[in-house]
């Protein structure tokens, strides 16, 4: 039973890894980008869409100056020595084609045209790239997911000190209107004394009159 179990447990953990490598593979594939379709590389993510974004424009950033619009960010003069001495066009996008995944399509136009070709020195190094980014953005997911958590926790242990001042305040309200209630009860013991000795004056004043009525 225990042999079952520990085979069971390495087999998930194989599919585990598998899947995170299948979630950050490059592969060749098409994307169609205002009604134009371009042949290119893809990159899969188990990053939200929004975060990759951000992530990827920041990221081609060292290339030229980025442009992102609708997850379309491109970078018009790019400087990638490795892959040409001329500028180059950069045409991407980010998007999320199934729940949980998104995707990085990445296009260069190098010497007036997009590589046509999934083999050769410029798709490898177009290769490069995108694994190179997904490296960093792992690294970048990471730091913003552990970014998030303090600032969960933060926001947390302030909201703790706000409610422990709060009720500092309120017991301090309460502790003095402890104080006025216990002056007003201790006059109006005092009021209550004077009263009772008013109340027995008038009782012996009542009586002695009652004892001048005629008999």
């Known amino acids: 039973m225990m042999k079952r179990n520990i085979t069971l447990f390495?087999?998930?953990?194989v599919l585990m890894a598998f899947g995170q490598l299948k979630a950050q593979s490059v592969y060749p594939g098409k994307?169609?980008?205002n009604k134009t379709e371009y042949l290119g590389l893809l990159?899969?993510?188990s990053i939200s869409e929004k975060q990759l974004t951000e992530y990827w424009t920041e990221y081609l950033s060292k290339f030229g100056k980025a442009k992102e619009k609708r997850g379309v960010v491109t970078v018009e003069k790019a400087s990638i020595p490795q892959i040409s001495a001329n500028p180059v066009t950069i045409l991407s996008e980010v998007s999320s084609p199934t729940k949980g995944q998104s995707q990085?399509?990445?296009a260069l136009k190098v010497?007036?045209?997009?590589?046509?070709q999934y083999s050769g020195a410029n798709y490898t190094s177009t290769e490069s790239i995108l694994k190179d980014f997904a490296d960093k953005a792992a690294v970048?997911?990471?730091v913003q997911v552990a970014d998030d958590a303090f600032s969960e926790t933060e926001k947390k242990h302030k909201k703790l000190i706000?409610?422990?001042?709060?009720?500092?305040?309120?017991i301090e309200k309460a502790e003095k209107k402890l104080a006025e209630l216990r002056e007003e009860l201790n006059k109006n013991r005092s009021e209550?004394?004077?009263?009772?000795?008013?109340l027995q004056n008038k009782q012996k004043a009542l009586e002695l009159q009652k004892s001048r009525l005629p008999k």
Do not use: A
């Open 10 to 13: 390495l087999s998930l953990m």
């Open 31 to 33: 994307k169609n980008i």
């Open 43 to 45: 990159l899969n993510q």
């Open 104 to 106: 990085v399509f990445l």
């Open 111 to 116: 010497d007036g045209q997009y590589i046509q």
């Open 140 to 142: 970048m997911n990471e």
């Open 162 to 170: 706000k409610d422990g001042e709060d009720l500092t305040k309120d």
């Open 192 to 198: 209550i004394e004077m009263s009772l000795t008013d």
